[in-house]
């Protein structure tokens, strides 16, 4: 989870996550290990990964290398010798990512914030091998209300939702995704959180069965 666009800080970089935060950051934890059941020796981008980078920490013992990218990332976890830290806006902040060098990547609670996602969604696919896959999370119209209302009514990190731009269902995002490359035997596209968020798992084309 994180705020990619012209913001100083980081999603968690400025402030401690509320319960609400890191329920939903288990959640999509979970999904996240749903879709890939064993990251042993894989090669794993997380983008807009947050400035502690939450969900790829927990990955670092398993994976072969970590590509962590946000605005801002926590020095400790950026000079660990698995990862590669890139600090920067999407989508610039993709141009040096190799074609075809990453396993799986994630993204979580970010599309939702830029104002041209396919650019975006152009540049996973790129940097995703043959075979590989891309585990993305999006909030959903119904979620809209809720979170507008943690926000703004409860008073939970209330800039976050004014930074939002569009809202995801699965027929929002599904055409974007084959828009980009993905084609559509290999998106799986549904709900979950309860309704509030929308999941993509999308295997790009190639590498076999």
Same mark, same amino acid.
């Given at each position: 989870?994180?705020?990619?666009?012209?913001?100083?800080?980081?999603?968690?970089?400025?402030?401690?996550?509320?319960?609400?935060?890191?329920f939903?950051?288990?959640?999509?934890?979970?999904?996240?290990?749903?879709?890939?059941?064993?990251?042993?020796?894989?090669?794993?981008?997380?983008?807009?990964?947050?400035?502690?980078?939450?969900?790829?920490?927990?990955?670092l013992?398993?994976?072969?290398?970590?590509?962590?990218?946000?605005?801002?990332?926590?020095?400790?976890?950026?000079?660990?010798?698995?990862?590669?830290?890139?600090?920067?806006?999407?989508?610039?902040?993709?141009?040096?990512?190799?074609?075809?060098?990453?396993?799986?990547?994630?993204?979580?609670?970010?599309?939702?914030h830029?104002?041209?996602?396919?650019?975006?969604?152009?540049?996973?696919?790129?940097?995703?091998?043959?075979?590989?896959h891309?585990?993305?999370?999006?909030?959903?119209?119904?979620?809209?209300?809720?979170?507008?209302?943690?926000?703004f009514?409860?008073?939970?990190?209330?800039?976050?939702?004014?930074?939002?731009?569009?809202y995801?269902?699965?027929?929002?995002?599904?055409?974007?995704? =084959?828009? =980009?490359?993905?084609?559509?035997?290999?998106?799986?596209?549904?709900?979950?959180?309860?309704?509030?968020?929308?999941?993509?798992?999308?295997?790009?084309?190639?590498?076999?069965?």
């Open positions: 989870m994180a705020l990619i666009g012209r913001r100083r800080h980081a999603y968690g970089e400025d402030h401690a996550l509320t319960a609400i935060d890191r939903g950051v288990w959640l999509s934890s979970r999904q996240i290990r749903r879709s890939v059941r064993d990251f042993r020796g894989m090669r794993v981008a997380d983008i807009g990964c947050g400035y502690r980078a939450t969900i790829a920490r927990a990955l013992d398993r994976v072969d290398h970590l590509l962590l990218v946000d605005i801002a990332l926590e020095p400790e976890l950026s000079a660990h010798p698995k990862v590669t830290a890139i600090e920067g806006w999407l989508p610039d902040a993709l141009t040096s990512v190799p074609d075809a060098s990453q396993d799986v990547v994630i993204c979580n609670s970010v599309i939702e830029l104002w041209e996602p396919l650019v975006t969604l152009r540049g996973f696919e790129r940097i995703l091998v043959p075979g590989g891309l585990l993305l999370n999006v909030p959903s119209w119904r979620g809209k209300t809720f979170l507008e209302f943690t926000a009514r409860l008073g939970s990190s209330p800039e976050e939702m004014d930074d939002h731009k569009m995801y269902d699965p027929r929002d995002l599904w055409p974007l995704l =084959v828009q =980009v490359g993905f084609r559509p035997r290999d998106i799986r596209c549904f709900r979950h959180k309860f309704g509030l968020n929308t999941f993509a798992r999308c295997r790009k084309a190639g590498g076999g069965a």
